[in-house]
């Protein structure tokens, strides 16, 4: 599906520099002439819902359609929405992406990338979170530019309650061994449960963000069972 000049926004929770974002401004690009790119200018991971209060936020401009903040992704959305892009260009699509790593289950609590698409969501805006598994494999964007214009295509055509947004994963494998794309439910993987004690330190503590085992509870029609199963995992929230 072509949007023609349908306002598209794409941010990310990677900051602007990150490889996931440029892969994202292409294919949308192929959809719309009008694609705007409001992105942290560093990395923004975890942060999740949050936005900077009594605290000014600067904005820079890269090039035409693209600027960088000082601030959280769900910043960019309600600064962009609100000041960057005129209020004549209401956007039909906002996408968030595309993540290094997984958000799958409850890293929709903790996740920017999701939090984002949540902002979108609730400012009556079709939004879509992506991300991609973070194994020892370099990425395999081939998968992506092969399957994410279809599905978003797909997820363009669909009614969806108002307030929800879509939560892609791709798995990081060879496009041979992708087994489809599977409408699934949130599971119950959670970041920070795995926590290591600074060896020099003993009072210093890192929260383990990735690199996670499957979950126990993970099981069939559960994006985390399914993702590892080798589709592509699809969620509505």
Not at 191 to 206: A, L, R, T, V, W
Not at 216 to 235: H, M, P, R, V
């Amino acid at each position: 599906m072509k949007l023609g000049n349908k306002p598209i926004v794409i941010t990310n929770d990677d900051g602007y520099r990150a490889e996931g974002i440029e892969v994202l401004k292409k294919i949308a690009s192929k959809i719309s002439t009008n694609v705007w790119v409001i992105a942290p200018i560093s990395n923004q991971s975890a942060k999740s819902h949050s936005i900077t209060i009594n605290k000014s936020i600067k904005v820079r401009k890269k090039k035409s359609k693209e600027f960088i903040l000082e601030g959280t992704p769900v910043d960019c959305v309600i600064i962009g929405l609100k000041k960057i892009i005129s209020k004549k260009l209401h956007p039909y699509l906002l996408l968030s992406g595309i993540n290094d790593g997984v958000n799958m289950g409850l890293d929709s609590y903790y996740s920017g990338t999701i939090s984002a698409a949540r902002e979108g969501c609730l400012n009556g805006i079709k939004s879509v979170a992506i991300s991609i598994e973070k194994n020892s494999y370099k990425k395999n964007w081939k998968l992506v530019n092969l399957y994410l214009p279809k599905i978003i295509e797909n997820i363009l055509k669909l009614k969806v309650a108002a307030f929800s947004y879509f939560n892609i994963n791709f798995p990081n494998i060879e496009v041979s061994k992708v087994k489809g794309v599977k409408y699934v439910q949130s599971g119950a993987r959670k970041p920070g449960s795995s926590i290591i004690k600074n060896k020099i330190n003993g009072e210093d503590y890192f929260i383990i963000p990735s690199a996670r085992k499957i979950h126990k509870s993970a099981k069939k029609n559960i994006d985390e069972y399914e993702l590892n199963k080798g589709f592509i995992t699809i969620s509505v929230y």
